[in-house]
Structure formats: C-alpha cells, structure tokens
C-alpha cells in the first residue's frame, strides 16, 4: 500500500523549528510533495538560505518521512523565500528585503571587517546581498573587498554598484579620490546616504548590510527616518572601554526604534600559532556581560587572526580566502545567526499586522 500526501504532511508535523517553535507544516515550509511508488520527494522552503540548522532540519525531515511503512526513500529539497517586515510607514527601497546595520560605539573594534565578512558568508549561503558603506569619513570597504575605480552611471544619473565575490557595493571611497577627505555637515551626510539608498540599482536583495560609522550619530538617525531597517548588529571588543562606548549604541538604536539583534564581540582571544596558548589580549567576557546587563542576545565572538587584518588590507576577506581559518568559521557562524535573529523577528512583526 502506497503511503499518502496525508501521511507524509502528518510524519513532518514532528520536525519543530527550533527558533520559530513551530512544526514545518503549520510554518508553510512544505512545499511539492511527490509519491511516486515508495519513494517520496518534497521541498522544505526556509525563511532563509542562511539558516544555521538548516542541515539538521533537512535531515530530520527525512528520516520522519523515511520511517513511515511503504516508503523506501525520502529526499528533501531545501530553498528559501527570504521574509521581510514591510515598510511601516517608511519608504522602502525597492527590491530590498531587510536592511542590516552594523553599528559600534567606538572606532577601532573591527566593525568594518565585521560588516565585510558577515557580507561575504551570507552571500555563500546563497543570499542575495548587497552592502553599503556608511562610514562617509572612512569608507574602507573597498580596499577590503579589493575594489576600485568609480561605478558606472546610467540612464537618470542611476549608479550600479560593483560586485564583489557576489555581492552589491557601494562606498564614498569609490567616488573620491583615496586621499581626499570628506568634510561635510550633517545635512551633506543625509544626501550622500539618501543617494546610497535611492539612486543605487541594488536589484533583488535578501540583506543590504549598512556599515554605519563609529560613535551615535546623523548616518544611522537618517536611516532610522527613512527606511524599515530590519535590525541592527552591535560589534565591541572585550575591554570595558569598547563595552561602554557600545552601550551608548545600543542606547541610540534602541532610541531610533531600531530593534538590537544581538552583540558580536570581536578580537576575542589570541591563540599563538607555534604553542596554541591562548592569549585574551583585550580581557574577557565583555560583551557577554553587556548582553546580559542590556538584555540583548550574545551573538559570538571572533578570534584574533592576523589573516584578518591581512585579508582585509588586501582585498580578501578572510571568510573567502581562509574559511577553515577559526575567525572564518566565527564570521559563518555569526551570518547564521544574524539571518535567523532577522527571521525570528519578521515572523512575530507578520503575526502582529495580520492580527484581527
């Protein structure tokens, strides 16, 4: 006896998204069931390609079919439909699903290079990703990414933004000359964002990640009152000074109704690569303990590794030039989990609009 559609959606009733706390089915993941004989094929389609259990979801979704009598073979197909949170009042830019903020108190935490490699690991999770450089007085991305030479202007003064191991970007250091600085007053800065985000031909994206300047200031208030922004990610180092300049961040984000994902605390430990002892150059435990004293989720820390700072002087992020290194993995871990906290959040924005 053949197993039934009925059946199939019944056995995968039992697989529960772990940050969502719903089963597959309820969630609308299941997609295309096929029975063909004893031999079941359907598609399990995620809220993101960057789902950090994606893989154990796939497997469990298959071994429940697989352990229903009469079958002999379950295959699932993983894809994505990435969510959004709408616009709310703001305009949003076209094509553009969640905008990401990658913010710090204070310069000199590794934002920039955090904001570069979260890029490059969603987009090798097969999301669509643009990035923008916020950082007007200090547009390093790119030098970090390796590119130069202005942006081709099209039809209506539209700019393309150029791609960089598959992703969209755009920086004031591909408009001016490398040492030309900027000088602007607030009202400038608001142009020059405004222009990034609605002169720019970004397509279709999943994520546009917005490298925000150090410190609290007119960057992110001018996105704050211009487009949804889906989140922000507050990166800092693990010495208390890092730790208290951040808090003003999150302070600020909060202020702007900019919802705080999470903290990353970056250059963590410094493992020697001859004895592998393990160094805290910058302490420990800082941002762990903020998270816990402003009630935001602890993200993760990134190692020191000098293919970091190496990678990003030479245009090569270490998440694509070293992913076996312990920071890449960090950096891939971290994308997950920025994805899932995006996703997370979407999906209690949906259930609260769509509420009688």
Not at 53 to 74: D, H, M, N, P
Not at 134 to 155: C, F, R, T
Not at 269 to 290: K, L, R, W, Y
Request: aromatic share 4%.
């Amino acid at each position: 006896m053949s197993v039934t559609k009925e059946q199939v959606l019944s056995a995968l009733r039992d697989v529960q998204d772990p940050d969502l706390h719903k089963d597959i089915v309820t969630l609308g993941f299941v997609k295309d069931v096929q029975i063909k004989g004893s031999e079941v094929d359907f598609t399990v389609e995620l809220t993101t390609p960057a789902c950090p259990v994606k893989e154990e979801l796939k497997a469990e979704a298959e071994g429940k079919v697989a352990a229903l009598e009469g079958v002999t073979a379950a295959r699932a197909k993983m894809t994505a439909n990435v969510s959004t949170r709408g616009g709310f009042g703001r305009q949003s830019i076209p094509g553009v699903r969640n905008i990401l903020a990658v913010g710090a108190g204070k310069g000199g935490v590794g934002k920039t290079t955090t904001s570069v490699n979260l890029a490059v690991a969603l987009a090798q999770k097969g999301a669509r990703v643009g990035l923008l450089d916020g950082d007007v007085y200090g547009p390093n991305i790119p030098q970090m990414l390796g590119l130069s030479g202005a942006p081709e202007v099209v039809d209506e003064n539209r700019i393309l933004p150029p791609e960089a191991l598959g992703i969209k970007v755009i920086s004031m250091g591909m408009l001016v000359p490398p040492d030309q600085p900027i000088i602007w007053r607030g009202p400038m800065l608001h142009g020059a964002i405004q222009q990034f985000m609605r002169e720019v031909e970004w397509g279709e994206l999943d994520y546009l990640v917005v490298d925000l300047p150090p410190g609290t200031g007119d960057v992110a208030l001018s996105m704050a009152q211009s487009v949804p922004m889906a989140g922000a990610v507050v990166v800092t180092t693990p010495q208390g000074v890092a730790v208290s300049d951040v808090r003003k961040a999150v302070g600020m984000f909060r202020q702007l109704n900019i919802s705080v994902l999470g903290v990353i605390e970056n250059m963590s430990t410094f493992v020697c690569p001859h004895c592998s002892e393990a160094t805290e150059i910058f302490g420990s435990g800082g941002g762990a303990q903020m998270s816990r004293d402003l009630d935001i989720p602890f993200l993760g820390d990134v190692p020191i590794d000098t293919r970091v700072r190496s990678g990003g002087d030479e245009g090569r992020p270490i998440v694509s030039a070293a992913p076996d290194a312990p920071a890449a993995k960090a950096f891939i871990s971290l994308s997950g989990k920025v994805a899932a906290k995006i996703s997370i959040q979407n999906t209690r924005v949906l259930k609260v609009v769509q509420a009688p």
